[in-house]
């Protein structure tokens, strides 16, 4: 099914990376590696101990300049509830939405967790309470399944979700 056709969505979110402080810490070795990149390339003085070729370093260079921020832009958590259940998918990681159908859904609340403590930080996670995925934040919705899996969405709209959640369980 092609959830973006669904004519019955209660609930979406994109996520994508607001943080500065991530932001800022992305632009440390892209800096490092300018200065490389310029100390060897232009001025002609190795960099480093044991430098890299010229072409070596050109293709480091322009996977961390390019690639890295590439990278972090292209992660977003997408979240939508409809009639059929919940849907999320963590880019670039999921090509295709991971379903929980309504019928499989036991509970649901909103939690208050703590990233680094919880589940090691943000992203795809494993923890002591579950998956996890979340982008930033340390509020979620804990998701519950028929079979005990534990599912962890990070919202920035809690309340929006849970409403969403409380509508497709008065539907069965």
């Known amino acids: 099914m092609n959830i973006e056709n669904s004519n019955q969505v209660f609930f979406k979110e994109i996520q994508t ?8 810490l992305i632009l440390i070795p892209i800096v490092v590696i300018l200065y490389g990149m310029v100390q060897q390339l232009i001025f002609k003085k190795p960099w480093g101990n044991n430098p890299l070729s010229d072409t070596g370093l050109l293709i480091v260079g322009l996977i961390v300049v390019i690639g890295l921020p590439l990278f972090v832009f292209l992660n977003r958590l997408e979240i939508q509830v409809d009639k059929y259940g919940v849907y999320y998918r963590y880019r670039p990681f999921h ?25 090691g930080g943000w992203g795809i996670r494993y923890g002591k309470y579950g998956k996890a995925y979340t982008l930033s934040g340390d509020i979620g919705v804990q ?30």
């Open 143 to 172: 998701l519950v399944t028929i079979d005990q899996k534990k599912v962890l969405l990070g919202t920035y709209k809690p309340e929006d979700m849970k409403k969403a959640l409380d509508s497709i369980q008065e539907k069965h």
């Open 95 to 119: 090509f295709r939405y991971q379903r929980i159908p309504k019928e499989n859904l036991l509970s649901y609340q909103i939690v208050h967790y703590q990233p680094l403590r919880d589940y």
């Open 17 to 24: 990376v607001k943080s500065l402080w991530l932001w800022g």
